[in-house]
């Protein structure tokens, strides 16, 4: 089994920046591509940005050129630093993680728990 967790959330001012982190953890799998999603209140879940093992990146509209999404393959984790933070940001923001199983052909799917952001004044 596979287990994502994200830490980095927290209440900030319209203007400043929060960096997110997500580690995977078990045993004896590959990630393929990590990323990032939000979901605002009343609102449905949306994708943010991600990252592939070949280190391409791709992101929403609304977050390119404020957000920046990396990872750390050998601690399997994703980063997602987040700057010129605006009010329309705040939600709970989930990381995903596509993963190969070893033996495993198939592709799975795994998500965190997700993390507050509020940006607020």
């Known amino acids: 089994q596979v287990q994502l967790v994200e830490s980095g959330g927290a209440l900030v001012q319209p203007g400043g920046s929060l960096l997110l982190s997500c580690a995977a953890s078990?045993?004896?799998?590959?990630?393929?591509?990590m990323g990032w999603y939000r979901q605002a209140p009343g609102k449905q879940r949306e994708f943010v940005a991600r990252?592939?093992?070949?280190?391409?990146?791709n992101y929403a509209d609304s977050v390119k050129g404020r957000f920046t999404i990396s990872r750390d393959n050998a601690k399997n984790t994703v980063y997602l630093q987040m700057n010129s933070l605006k009010p329309e940001d705040t939600a709970v923001y989930s990381c995903?993680?596509?993963?190969?199983?070893?033996?495993?052909?198939?592709?799975?799917?795994?998500w965190g728990q997700g993390t507050q952001v509020t940006v607020s004044s």
């Open positions: 990252t592939f093992t070949g280190g391409s990146t």
């Open positions: 995903d993680a596509l993963i190969t199983r070893l033996g495993d052909l198939s592709e799975y799917r795994y």
């Open positions: 078990g045993s004896n799998f590959k990630i393929n591509a």
